[in-house]
């Protein structure tokens, strides 16, 4: 059991790389092991995880479980990695959909081993992201994620996957150059890219003291702007969100699944881990500014979904609308550090990222059973469709309202959370949002009426068109993200304990 505690967070980290490397030896033809195996062994740092949560003590301050071993010695990199209320919550979130999304993936017949192997090396590079505490190690681990991801689209996504999977790929790219620079360039400063100790002594400069021939806060704020453009690519904020759609549209279906639910929600994890505690004061100055970014993309993205007749692009361009709500957090947090307002904003902000995980997966995950039957995401080309499907359309109308913000569902206590600490602090700017949040309903109800509802196309009613019921597999996947749902809506004191406290102690 020592070792299990000492090792905890290296076995949730490595063991789906050790999987998908065992797999290698697995017969290529077996296509059935395969999808099992990956599946199986995706259980085993959720388990894992569950212990983790369990033993967790939110209670502490700063991190636990930690494991320092040395790496890179030459420039004093180490491989640390540990867990607080924040990251723990996105460690679950990982551990919980990727098994969803490798089950989601059983219909997948083309190159099967290369397909799951990718999945579990995606599960490796995102989760250590959220472990990492030196900013080496996280830098490293935030580019492993792209790769296993544009694979994925590039080979198994639809059409336009080429265009798609590149437009991904150099987005991200561009704007890991600049953080990259301002990570060496701390790193080169400090002699440690030790996140912990990087905190410590970069906050205590002189604000009036000359860095690389330059004030202090010029090159803190070039640095605030490096950091922040290429996690605001990544959440995606506008206008740096117009990779997303096309990514999400040509994905695989549980490819759509995992960006949306996890690789997202790097960014603005990114945000809350090392924007605002290494630049609280930058933070403070350009508060208005991250807070317009986050109004652009809450109300462009409802715009812009409801403009969509493509279903899987409505999904897409609501998530750009709902982590602009992360976003609005996030800013008022930045500017009202240490009130209980920023407390509140940044508990919701974080709630919404685990939020936003469950039902985007869910409704990404229900634009592919329907597209897997009728092979379009025409929402024209549907309609009346509830007699012929009522589970399915149960299961779509209860993920729906989750994603429009419910009350009683998990979608209502984060965005009310995140609205009732950014208003008294960002009055204007989250007034506007109201207009976003408005048209969230708009198009979630487009969707639900074009799909299910009014006359029925007689084209699925009959024939080798007939439309069929959602299928056993299909439920299961869906299943713990209902309940998951519900039990949030309902009781959210279970994640919010653990969030808050966290949050507290941080900002």
Known sequence: ?????????????????????????????????????????????????????????????????????????????????????????????????????????????????????????????????????????????????????????????SANRNYASLKFMIYTMAGSLGLLLAVQMLGVLFGTYDLVTLYERWNSLDPGSILLGMPVHTVKSIAFWAFVIAFAIKVPV?????????????APTAGSMILAGVLLKLGAYGFIRLVLPFYPLEAKIF????????????????FSSYAQTDFKRLVAYSSVNHMGFVMLGIAAAGLASGTKDAHIAMSGAVLQMFNHGLSAAGMFFLVGVIYERTHTRNLNDFGGLFPLVPVYGGILIFTSMASLGLPGLNGFVSEFMVVRGAY??????????????????????????????????????????????????????????????????????????VINKAVMALF
């Open 424 to 497: 008294p602090v960002l009055t204007i700017y989250t007034a506007i949002s109201m207009l976003g949040l408005l048209f969230t309903g708009a198009y979630i109800l487009k969707g639900i009426k074009s799909v299910l509802h009014g006359p029925l196309n007689e084209h699925w009613a009959h024939g080798e068109h007939k439309l069929t019921e959602i299928n056993t597999r299909e439920i299961l996947v869906m299943l713990p993200l209902m309940v998951l749902i519900l039990v949030i809506g309902v009781w959210p004191a279970w994640i919010l304990d």
């Open 1 to 157: 059991m020592d070792f299990l505690n000492s090792h905890l967070l290296s076995l949730i980290l490595f063991l789906p790389t050790v999987a998908a490397v065992l797999m290698l030896f697995l017969p290529s033809e077996e296509a059935k092991l395969h999808r099992w195996f990956a599946f199986a062994a995706s259980l085993v740092p959720f388990g894992l995880t569950l212990y983790l949560w369990n033993v967790f003590d939110p209670n502490r301050t700063g991190f636990q479980f930690q494991e320092q071993y040395q790496w890179y010695e030459a420039i004093n990199s180490t491989f640390h990695i540990g867990v607080d209320g924040i990251s723990i919550t996105m460690v679950l979130l990982t551990t919980l959909l990727t098994p969803l999304a490798i089950l989601a993936s059983f219909n997948i017949s083309d190159k099967v081993k290369a397909y799951f192997m990718l999945f579990l090396f995606l599960e490796t590079g995102m989760l250590g992201v959220f472990m990492a505490l030196d900013l080496l190690i996280f830098f490293v681990f935030w580019e492993i994620g792209l790769v296993p991801m544009y694979f994925l689209i590039n080979q198994w996504g």
């Open 238 to 250: 506008w206008p740096f969100h117009t990779w997303l759609p096309d990514a999400h549209t040509e």
């Open 287 to 302: 508060a208005g500014a991250l807070a317009f970014l986050a109004v652009a993309a809450i109300v462009f993205g409802a």
